[in-house]
């Protein structure tokens, strides 16, 4: 092996800081292992132009120029002849940098509402959002349009979480529309569509397994679907009311004059009615790690799948049915958090809300980009936060990463000022 020794490393020997060592030791490395390329003769195809010559990339950055720059020193041979066909050599080689724990995430905006997801230091993306505005304008509401937000939180995997945001609005407006008149039971009209659409989904749900086969005849091992399913808080936005459908641990609140007004309720196993009905379907609260249904789920209702536990072991004590509530809007309202539990876990909801009404108050600092830096330069992502919406959203989530959340944490904030 023959060493190269570079005139500029020989004038940097004075300095005998560990910094300078580790930088002279790895271009030392570095330079011997292009010489041994070059001897062998071997160079990437993509460093040949169609005559043999050498092609440089446009795409190359001015700071890898400037990087390779420092290795001009470098012998002026066929294989090695300037430095970005050293950095060309040696980048397969050299260590990636470790990914951050939010590395998958989402975020969309409008002025008025705002959407980040993420999967946190969570393994896999079982969260998903849906945002329908403009949904449909059915005669129940006389003709004024209905938005649609919702948050699902998958658990067992990721498939059921995601039908529910391709079909659940599909559903509510199906049924939407199939309301022909206005009832003097308005509420109950309202309760009536948002059950049904419901038991629709956990109907298709249970016919779906997660390679996306519809009925039983399937091919997969039952196990690999035999918990999936998810949670659902679906909201419907009126220019005069709230409807909120919850099923499961995710929840909607109301920030109203600053203040945090709890529009669903979370669906545990110990909670006192929820225990109740359990125990009424011949079903069990066990305790491991928490209050378990039969030891299993942390939630006492969800949109389930079909086989293994779906049907035969747990489909009896949890059900799909929403508890719903409506709210009336005022004046004095200044926003809605649609959430996974990956926030509620870590922040109640009267902080949430204070975050929230800090970030939309009109005498409150302009929107910026929290994901500023770095990372998000490579991205592109400068336009991640362009309304105050989407700052509450951010900031409530990078203050759930913060707060050691490892599960996903999905938030939606609608700024019912603008809406």
């Not at 609005?169 to 199906?174: A, G, K, N, S, T």
């Not at 909201?235 to 609140?253: K, Y």
């Not at 979370?266 to 030891?295: Q, S, T």
């Amino acid at each position: 092996m023959i060493d190269l020794v570079c005139p500029r490393m020989l004038s940097e020997e004075d300095d005998g800081s560990p910094a300078k060592c580790r930088e002279r030791r790895r271009r030392r490395i570095d330079m011997r292992r292009l010489a041994a390329l070059s001897t062998a003769g071997w160079l990437p195809q993509s460093a040949l132009g169609p005559g043999g010559g050498r092609v440089e990339s446009p795409c190359v950055s001015e700071a890898k120029r400037i990087r390779t720059s420092d290795r001009s020193c470098l012998p002026s041979s066929s294989s090695a002849s300037s430095g970005d066909d050293a950095e060309a050599l040696v980048a397969p080689t050299q260590p990636q940098p470790q990914p951050q724990p939010a590395v998958v995430a989402e975020a969309t905006s409008v002025e008025w509402y705002g959407v980040m997801s993420v999967s946190g230091r969570s393994r896999e993306m079982e969260d998903a959002v849906s945002v329908r505005t403009g949904l449909c304008r059915p005669e129940l509401n006389q003709r004024r349009p209905v938005h649609f937000f919702a948050v699902f939180d998958g658990h067992g995997g990721h498939h059921v979480s995601r039908l529910c945001r391709e079909m659940m609005h599909v559903f509510l407006e199906e049924e939407l529309t199939r309301v022909r008149e206005q009832r003097a039971d308005e509420d109950d009209v309202w309760r009536e569509v948002m059950r049904t659409s419901f038991q629709r989904m956990d109907e298709l749900a249970m016919n779906t397994c997660a390679c996306g086969s519809v009925g039983s005849q399937c091919g997969c091992h039952p196990m690999e679907v035999a918990l999936g399913g998810s949670t659902a808080v679906a909201a419907l936005l009126t220019p005069d009311r709230i409807v909120v459908a919850n099923c499961g641990d995710s929840r909607a609140v109301l920030c109203r004059g600053g203040k945090a007004i709890p529009l669903s309720r979370d669906h545990k196993p110990d909670r006192p009615d929820e225990l109740a009905r359990i125990e009424a379907a011949g079903g069990r609260v066990i305790y491991v790690n928490g209050a378990r249904v039969e030891g299993i789920l942390a939630m006492s209702r969800a949109i389930e799948t079909f086989g293994g536990s779906g049907d035969k072991y747990l489909k009896p004590v949890i059900t799909s049915g929403p508890e719903i509530t409506f709210t009336a809007r005022q004046a004095e309202d200044d926003c809605l958090i649609l959430a996974s539990d990956g926030l509620w876990d870590v922040l109640s909801s009267e902080l949430a809300c204070e975050v929230a009404f800090e970030c939309l108050r009109e005498g409150g600092p302009p929107a910026m980009d929290l994901n500023s830096g770095p990372a998000a330069e490579d991205n592109g992502s400068h336009s991640l936060c362009p309304s105050r919406s989407v700052l509450a959203a951010s900031l409530l989530t990078r203050l759930a990463l913060g707060r050691k959340s490892w599960d996903n944490i999905s938030v939606i904030v609608v700024d019912l000022k603008k809406s």
